[in-house]
């Protein structure tokens, strides 16, 4: 199979236990995620398959929304709640209205300082395993963008809140909440998170693994169903269809000229990235116009 799925992963498992598990689904050896959802979290997870396995970074790139509950008076190692307790206070005095202006402060370009339960490398050691081995080192802040977040619920008897976020690749949502609680001069672990969006794939389109088994196992004509094509991701680019006798020229990933075309969706700058399909209307590469020529970007 050739395609992107967009799958359900359930609290639980790690991003590559869904990849392994899908291995075995489908019987096929070329699948890869598109980045690491936490294995307590749930949510959107699309997994790339066969050819469309060279679009994973490109994936990993894009924006992703979240629905985060946090629990306020508490601080964990973790920044979760799945970690442990290294700080409690009392929330006696917060208000919604606190919660939401604190918040707010947050959106747009912020600074986030990476937690040390984390997967980025330092010296070629992944932080979470320095951090279990009881070490702390200094991290660098990074530039992270929250394009919209909103507090959709709180209720303060619990001291929990919940929110919706839009965000840029990067981006820590525990270490949001933790820094929320901060700034609110109290404290905040997340207690769960459901990402909802990566890109185009939302999470009410979503698949779990045993929905997934079940198709293959009761209607394995319809699988093609579940897989969206890799072209899909490229909506807002223009399309172009190669002649039948430039075939081979196109499969090789050799420049194209513009009468080797024929047929193009609409005129194409200098710069622009087009979408390419053989005679048959097969996608087969983004190409990219460069001095009145066509050159190679990325061949599927």
């Known amino acids: 199979m050739d395609g992107i799925i967009n799958i359900y992963k359930e609290p639980g498992f790690t991003s590559h236990d869904v990849v392994a598990k899908l291995r075995g689904i489908l019987h096929q050896k070329k699948i890869g995620h598109t980045g690491t959802l936490d294995p307590g ?14 679009v994973c970074g490109l994936l ?27 700080r409690q206070c009392s ?24 937690p040390m339960y984390s997967a980025l490398k330092v010296n070629g050691k992944k932080l979470y395993e320095l951090a279990r081995e009881g070490q702390v080192v200094d991290r660098k802040p990074r530039e992270v963008i929250i394009h919209s ?11 929990r809140f919940s929110m919706d976020i839009t965000c840029s690749k990067g981006t ?30 939302r999470i009410e389109d979503a698949i779990t693994l045993s929905e997934l088994q079940q198709a293959v196992e009761n209607q394995p ?3 093609e169903d579940y897989f969206m094509p890799v072209d899909m991701l490229f909506n807002g680019c223009k399309k172009a269809w190669i002649k039948p006798g430039f075939a081979k020229t196109l499969a090789n990933g050799n420049k194209l000229s513009g009468s080797m075309f024929d047929s193009m ?9 087009i979408l390419v399909y053989d005679e048959n209307g097969m996608f087969k590469a983004i190409y990219k116009k460069e001095e009145k020529e066509y050159k190679v970007n990325k061949m599927f």
């Open 221 to 223: 004509e319809r699988l």
């Open 91 to 114: 929330i006696t005095g917060i208000t919604q209205q606190d919660i939401i202006k604190c918040a707010s402060q947050f959106k747009g370009r912020i600074m986030q300082v990476p």
């Open 172 to 201: 820590y949502i525990r270490t949001l909440c933790h820094d929320i609680g901060i700034r609110l001069g109290n404290a905040a672990a997340m207690e769960k998170l459901v990402r909802t969006r990566v890109s185009v794939f």
């Open 41 to 54: 979290a749930s949510g959107v997870l699309p997994v790339c398959c066969g050819k469309a396995t060279k």
């Open 149 to 159: 977040l909103e507090v959709t619920d709180t209720d303060l008897s619990q001291g």
């Open 265 to 273: 969706e609409a005129e194409v700058q200098e710069g622009e990235n």
């Open 60 to 86: 990993t790139d894009k924006d992703k929304s979240y629905h985060a509950t946090c629990q306020l008076g508490i601080e964990t190692d973790t920044q979760d709640m799945s970690g442990s307790i290294i």
